[in-house]
Structures are given as structure tokens and as C-alpha cells.
């Protein structure tokens, strides 16, 4: 137990203000210094060094990104895009935002490597329409960086050009989704597209399109600069290199942003060890460990390493390390009817199961909240969940279902205090 | 009929034009800045914009209506989107719209008769380690409490 000493690669910069412009990142971060490296090597060995650094997808789903990369044909008649996911709609996550506005130029330069790597002359960063500060922070970055040659016609001298272009969202949670994503950049609904064809054969206006998050891209400079299997061995497990960024928030002294190697604590030693245990003193009730999607934890389950198989194991997961903490005196009932009011509200409504499915879940667990509930309610939220799990077109109906079958099977007792009293004790 | 967007409007879009190979993708950047100027989207914006794009008016709406951040009604002068996800409601943001409510004497969702506040409640501002959080025009306001929302609202004119 206690704190485990590591490298950090971003939190550093984090409240830095100076950190965000060319000149700090050009003298102080070896700025640009990876791009020009990458621009010398071919686009294979780019792409096997970040295959070696097992760096994987920190915007929830975790695949391997140098896989991710190695799918896009190389014979592709059609323009390539490279696509950053900036959307950071999953709640309790708020990584990407920091990595925006105080680490703008790992961001790009990460991307320039990575359209390199992938053939692609074209980049959009798709951010949430919220982070209007963080986009015209990213904006003026972006400027400095054409103005140093470091994007554009032939960059740093080579013959690779890359232009690159902030997007703004404008409020959909389902736009985190990539192909709802993809949709939403081509000027459309944000609506989830049937998948095959995945992205990497026909994403972005059609073409071979590589979708990656913010904290993802912004690795891609060290591991060219350092080496892929150096980046490997900073994080503690065989399948996970690197270091994360872990959002804290909720009922802990120290809730933020808490940069640590992949696989290298426990949930337990991350709330109680690093944020300083629950506010107050109080007993935790449970924890949410991967964004507002991920199947909720009761306080015997925190002994988890915290990465994405031992979730996993434990019928949760990592997803964006979203960890929302809860003490022992919210009640529980009430939180659950609240993610659930979130998901009816962004689901797209696509596909009847989650559209319907969602708001009658919502309903039920309303009323049981209030104090109408009634013993069968449970059996029917649970039921009604099975029939949105796995039966939507994207994973949104899954992210609402998964939450309220965790709850009503680990916290039973907190519901049928609510149905039999009537009312919330809590209240 | 006269145009409503200004020559700035048309001017930052042509400079976005050669970003993108396809025009209906400037539709969000341009309700975006149509927005910027107009504060909300009226049908004759819509209309304006879908000209502009070269698409049918119901195919600016059925996009626009998608998104939360697009205003098809008129908004207040200052507009509060107070977070009221999972992070911030632990955080104590329901007290934060009570407040709000009581104070300028409107719902979540409305605006005040004068034209000078609407409040809305949100969804998550990506603030969670700061909440709880809230929007007010285009900027962030975090570790709220009524205390320091009083102080804000004070500073409205």
C-alpha cells in the first residue's frame, strides 16, 4: 500500500499556464523534436513502435492503438482522415480537457505523427461544443504551429502535409460515440451508424478514418521520442503501457486529476491513499470506476487493481477512469434514477430499446425513489434492462442498462427500504 | 428577403470552406456562429443558414434540433446551465438550481420576463473534480456554492 513512485508524462503541465504555448513547449518538452523523428522513419516502423509501447484507447474501450492504426488500408483510393475525439461526454471524466488547454501541443503534434503514420493529410479535433475556451485555446495553438512549419505544406521540410481543423460539438452525449461522432463532423444527426463497415474502411466522409481520444494522441510524442517499449514498461501490467489519468470526483477530500501507471494501484490505495479517504470520515457506500456507464462497485470490491482486464473480471470497467466516489449518507436510489435520467435523455433514439427502454427505466426507478414503488418493480427494471443490453446498434443502450442492473442487484436492501417505507429514509 | 448574418458570418465560413471536402460539415460551425451573433436560432436563421449551405430548411432543423447547445427559443442575456449530473448533484448542484429559481423567480428551462436570465439545468460539463459546475454564457464556474453563485449573479448587470 502507499503511494507508488512513477514518471508523469502530462500532469505536470496541468495549471501551467505557460505550458500551452510554442515557445515553453519548443524549449522545455523536446516539442516537435518526435514529429521530426516519425517524419524520418516509415510509416510502418511508426506504427510497430506504438503497437510495441502497448498503448490502448483511453477514451473507454481500450483497444490497442497501434493495431487500431495497422487496420487503415494502405491502398486506399480514397482521402484518409485522422480524427481526435476531444467530445469527453462520459461522466465523471475530465482528462482531455486539462490535456487541451495546458498541453495543447502534445495534442498536435501527436496527431501529425499519427496522420503520418497512417497516410493521412487531413485531422479534425471533435470537441464538445461546451469547451469553448479550450477550443480557441487549441485554435491558437494550431496557428503557432502552421506558423513553425510543424503543420501544413511539407512539414519540418518533409513531403508530408497535414492540415488540421477544430470541430465543435454542440451538445450530445452520443457524439462521444465515434461513428456518431463521424456523423456529427459531416454536418448530420450525431446518430450511431450500423457497423460493418468500421471506421477504418469507410469512416469520415467515406474515407479510411482513424478515430482516437485526446489522451491517447497526446502519448504518441513520447513513445516516438522514448521508445515503444519504454512506454510499455511504465505501466505494470503484460497488456498496458503507459501511464493514465485518473478522474477522481465525488465524496473524497482530494477529488482531480491523478496521472499514475496503468495497472499500477488499486482502487482502494487511489481513493484512500491518494485522494485522502472519504470527506468527512465518512464510510464509503460505493464506487462508480469508469465513467457513469460502468456497473457500480460496493466498498468490498476496491482491492481491484485498477486497469482495464481486472475490472473487467469483476463485471465492471475502466472505461474513461471516470471514478466517482459515494459516502455512506447519499442515497443510492436517487443517484441511479439520475444516471438513468441521463441516459433516456441522450439516447438517440435509433433503436426502440434503449429509446423506450431508458425512459421506462427511468420512470420505475422515479417512482421508487419517491416512495411508489412496489416489490415487482425490481424484477422489472431488471428485466427491462435485459432487453436493452446488447440489442442497440451502439453501446449507449448497454452504458444505460448495465448501471441499473449493478445497482439493483448489489444495493437491493437501499431499494426495498424505499418500497417498503414509501418513502427515501435519506430524505 | 435581407440577409440576417453579417459579412463577418460569411466571411469566417469561406475561410472554413477548403477545411472540410464536403459543405454540409460546415453546418455546425456555421449554427455556431450564426448563434454567436443572434444569441439564438430563429427560423429565419435557419433558413438563412440552409441557403447558405445549400441545403432544405428542414435539414437544418432536423440537425440543429439534435443538438442542446443550439437555442431554438430566445435565451436571457445571461444564461446559466447549471451541471446537474452524478459528480456535481454529490457536490450538492440541486441546491444550486433551487437557489436559482427562487432568486429570479423562473423554473430551469425558462427565462425571466425582462430577458436577462435563463437558467437551465445540464448535463455533464466534463468539471467533475471541480463541482459542482455551471455555465454561464461561454464560461466556467466551478466549486460552486450558493455563497459564490450569489456573488456571480451580483456581478450580472
Request: a neutral charge; hydrophobic letters at 35%; aromatic letters at 8%.
Amino acid at each position: 500500500m502507499g503511494m507508488v513512485s512513477t514518471e508523469t508524462l502530462f500532469i505536470q503541465h496541468f495549471g501551467n499556464e505557460e505550458a500551452r504555448g510554442m515557445d515553453y513547449y519548443l524549449e522545455k518538452m523536446a516539442g516537435y523534436s518526435a514529429l521530426k523523428k516519425a517524419l524520418q522513419m516509415s510509416q510502418d516502423d511508426v506504427i510497430s513502435e506504438v503497437k510495441k509501447s502497448n498503448l490502448r484507447g483511453r477514451g473507454g474501450a481500450g483497444f490497442p492503438t497501434g493495431v487500431k492504426w495497422g487496420f487503415i488500408p494502405k491502398q486506399a483510393t480514397q482521402p484518409k482522415y485522422l480524427v481526435c475525439n476531444a467530445d469527453e461526454s462520459e461522466p465523471g471524466t475530465f482528462k482531455d480537457r486539462d490535456l487541451m488547454r495546458f498541453t495543447p501541443h502534445l495534442l498536435i503534434e501527436g496527431m501529425a505523427i499519427a496522420g503520418h503514420a497512417i497516410g493521412s493529410n487531413t485531422g479534425y479535433i471533435y470537441i464538445r461544443g461546451e469547451y469553448t475556451r479550450e477550443a480557441k485555446l487549441l485554435d491558437a495553438a494550431i496557428e503557432e504551429a502552421y506558423s513553425k512549419g510543424c503543420l501544413g505544406k511539407n512539414i519540418l521540410g518533409s513531403n508530408f502535409s497535414f492540415d488540421l481543423t477544430v470541430h465543435r460539438g454542440a451538445g450530445a452525449y452520443i457524439c462521444g460515440e465515434e461513428t456518431g461522432l463521424l456523423n456529427s463532423l459531416e454536418g448530420k444527426r450525431g446518430e450511431p451508424r450500423v457497423k460493418p463497415p468500421f471506421p477504418a474502411q469507410a469512416g469520415a466522409f467515406g474515407g479510411p478514418t482513424i478515430v482516437n481520444n485526446v489522451e491517447t494522441l497526446s502519448a504518441i510524442p513520447f513513445i516516438i521520442n522514448r521508445g515503444g517499449e519504454w512506454f510499455a514498461k511504465l505501466g505494470k501490467l503484460e497488456k498496458s503501457g503507459g501511464t493514465r489519468l485518473f478522474c477522481v470526483s465525488g465524496h473524497v477530500k482530494k477529488p482531480g486529476l491523478y496521472e499514475l501507471p496503468a495497472g499500477g494501484v488499486t482502487l482502494r490505495q487511489l481513493i484512500y491513499d491518494y485522494c485522502g479517504g472519504i470527506l468527512g470520515d465518512k464510510k464509503l457506500k460505493a464506487v462508480i470506476p469508469g465513467g457513469s456507464s460502468a456497473p457500480v462497485l460496493t466498498p468490498d470490491e476496491i482491492d481491484v487493481v485498477l486497469d482495464i482486464e481486472p475490472l473487467m473480471k469483476i463485471g465492471t470497467m475502466l472505461g474513461s477512469a471516470g471514478i466517482m466516489v459515494v459516502s455512506e449518507d447519499y442515497c443510492l436510489v436517487k443517484l441511479i434514477t439520475r444516471i438513468t435520467k441521463f441516459y433516456a435523455h441522450e439516447s438517440c433514439g435509433q433503436c426502440t430499446p434503449c429509446r423506450e427502454g431508458c425512459k421506462w427505466m427511468e420512470d420505475v426507478l422515479h417512482r421508487i425513489e419517491h416512495g411508489h414503488g412496489q416489490e415487482r418493480d425490481l424484477a422489472l427494471l431488471l428485466d427491462i434492462a435485459d432487453n436493452i443490453n446488447g440489442k442497440t446498434l451502439c453501446a449507449l443502450g448497454d452504458a444505460a442498462a448495465g448501471p441499473v442492473t449493478s445497482f439493483v442487484r448489489k444495493f437491493k436492501a437501499d431499494f426495498e427500504e424505499h418500497i417498503r417505507g414509501k418513502k427515501c429514509p435519506n430524505a | 428577403m435581407a440577409k440576417i448574418l453579417s459579412k463577418k458570418f460569411y466571411e469566417e465560413m469561406k475561410k472554413l470552406e477548403p477545411r472540410y471536402p464536403s459543405k454540409v460539415a460546415l453546418l455546425l460551425p456555421a449554427l455556431h456562429a450564426a448563434q454567436n451573433e443572434l444569441s439564438w436560432l430563429s427560423p429565419e436563421a435557419l433558413n438563412e443558414v440552409g441557403e447558405y449551405i445549400g441545403i432544405h430548411p428542414a435539414q437544418v432543423r432536423e440537425v440543429a434540433s439534435f443538438y442542446t447547445m443550439y437555442n431554438l427559443k430566445p435565451v436571457g442575456k445571461y444564461h446559466l446551465k447549471i451541471c446537474t449530473n452524478v459528480a456535481c448533484c454529490l457536490m450538492g448542484a440541486e441546491k444550486l438550481v433551487d437557489h436559482c429559481e427562487k432568486k429570479l423567480g423562473i423554473l430551469a428551462g425558462e427565462t425571466t420576463p425582462d430577458k436577462k436570465f435563463t437558467v437551465m439545468e445540464e448535463e455533464c460539463l466534463g468539471a467533475c473534480g471541480t463541482a459542482p459546475a455551471m455555465m454561464l454564457n461561454d464560461d466556467y464556474y466551478e466549486k460552486l456554492d450558493v455563497k459564490k453563485l450569489d456573488q456571480i449573479l451580483a456581478g450580472l448587470e
